[in-house]
């Protein structure tokens, strides 16, 4: 079976500019989180979707983090415009189900460096 | 979101048994206890998930205390590969979607 699929693996820009990542879940994985992983520091959840819709946010900066999941399936992150703290790995997970008894499977994330 | 407590760092040695601990005190009794790890340059990888029995899988098995406030993680012969940061999580049944936090992790290194 097809993993988590990220893209770009690396991507390096100018602050204030702004950037874009890709991700492809499992086919089927109805759950699809971001995380923002800092060098040193465990993963971040910044938004979590089921399907098309956002189950939280709560920790995503949305007066320059945007994201969306196109009909449910591919799934979008958006900086703009890009700070120096904003340098980390974004990593893209999806699950079955949102239930508890389920596992998350991860992509090998897009490392981001702000300059 | 619960609260997990585990030490930074830990060392083994090359093929004898690991013991990873985590204490989650103020656990709840709808909380399940999972556990991923982080191998380098990786993405976080599902390691094993119990709620109040002890599991066992072809990885690793989870030992649950009887009050549920501490768990530990046991890697049977540990290898080279298994040096990787190593995530306990609480994952909350009445939570909708279950949100999966991260802490610090302990980082395990393996010693030849």
């Known amino acids: 079976e097809a993993g988590v699929a990220q893209s770009p693996r690396y991507k390096i820009i100018e602050k204030r500019q702004s950037v874009a990542f890709w991700c492809n879940p499992i086919?089927?994985?109805?759950?699809l989180y971001w995380y923002q992983q800092i060098l040193g520091q465990g993963p971040k959840l910044l938004i979590q979707f089921q399907n098309n819709g956002v189950v939280d946010d709560s920790q995503l900066p949305k007066d320059r983090f945007s994201a969306e999941r196109l009909k449910g399936v591919d799934s979008t992150l958006k900086i703009q415009p890009a700070k120096l703290e904003d340098s980390a790995v974004y990593l893209c997970a999806s699950s079955l189900t949102p239930g508890v008894n389920t596992e998350a499977f991860f992509g090998q994330g897009t490392r981001l460096t702000v300059v | 979101d619960a609260k997990t407590t585990q030490p930074n760092s830990m060392e083994s040695n090359e093929e004898e048994p690991v013991h990873l601990p985590c204490n989650h005190s103020?656990?709840?009794?709808?909380?399940?206890i999972h556990w991923y790890r982080q191998l380098p340059s990786q993405g976080p990888e599902y390691v094993i998930h119990?709620?109040?029995s002890n599991v066992n899988n072809r990885m690793a098995s989870l030992a649950i205390a009887e009050d549920r406030k501490s768990s530990t993680l046991i890697l049977h012969r540990a290898t080279l590969r298994d040096a990787a940061v190593y995530y306990c999580?609480?994952?909350?049944?009445?939570?909708?979607?279950?949100?999966?936090?991260f802490g610090q992790g302990t980082e395990l290194s393996v010693k030849p």
């Open positions: 086919s089927g994985h109805a759950t």
């Open positions: 999580i609480l994952r909350d049944t009445g939570n909708q979607g279950g949100k999966l936090i």
């Open positions: 103020t656990i709840s009794g709808t909380d399940y």
């Open positions: 119990g709620l109040t």
